[in-house]
């Protein structure tokens, strides 16, 4: 065998169809697209088209906003779920996992909705004021989980309602400005003691 005698399988390529070539070639006048109509013509139809009802892309809702990517997800679990767990014992992420009130893998974070009769030391990814505040009222204590949150001192002051302390700048000395003498108006000297002779400048201010 030579290599002028390979050739690919049969059907496995296929000569490019020829159009608009004349009549004769089976493939001429309209090549192949019928007659008239939008199909026929050179524009066709764009990308998107429906035949003239709302196309898919203008159909669905537009919300307004966006979609935050730092958005954190939280487990939550309320405080009235924490009844359930006996004086005195101590509540964290695997407790709450098994008692199936949180789902493996998220951050938990503990919210005051309902009420709590028992002392309870709960562990947490987070907690909002009012729950602190209850587990904290019945004796029990907080733990927050994971690195704490860093806040600015704008926002640190307007969660805890304390202002910022701004330094008092004791004000600055005003400095007297000399008084200017009027134009044309020479200056009034005080008048010379007995005994002296008035200077040349103030006999003859002209001069």
């Known amino acids: 065998m030579q290599l002028h005698d390979l050739k690919p399988p049969k059907g496995s390529r296929h000569k490019t169809q020829r159009i608009g070539r004349g009549t004769g070639s089976g493939r001429g006048k309209t090549s192949g697209r019928g007659q008239k109509g939008q199909n026929a013509r050179s524009e066709g139809f764009r990308l998107g088209f429906e035949g003239g009802q709302m196309p898919y892309a203008q159909r669905i809702p537009k919300l307004p906003g966006f979609k935050n990517p730092f958005k954190k997800v939280y487990a939550v679990v309320n405080v009235s779920k924490l009844r359930r767990f006996d004086e005195g014992s101590r509540v964290d992420a695997e407790a709450l996992v098994e008692a199936g009130l949180a789902r493996a893998g998220l951050d938990i974070k503990v919210l005051g909705t309902g009420d709590l009769k ?14 602190r505040a209850a587990i904290e009222a019945r004796g029990g204590t907080v733990k927050v989980l994971g690195e704490p949150r860093k806040i600015g001192a704008r926002r640190l002051a307007a969660k805890t309602g304390k202002g910022l302390k701004v330094a008092e700048t004791a004000p600055a000395a005003t400095e007297e400005k000399p008084a200017r003498a009027e134009k044309g ?7 010379a003691p ?12 002209e001069a």
Not at 118 to 131: G, I, M, N, Q, Y
Not at 185 to 191: E, G
């Open 118 to 131: 028992s002392k309870l030391t709960v562990e947490a990814h987070a907690f909002s004021s009012s729950a």
């Open 185 to 191: 108006r020479p200056k009034a000297q005080a008048p």
């Open 194 to 205: 007995e005994g002296e002779a008035p200077s040349e400048e103030s006999s003859n201010p």
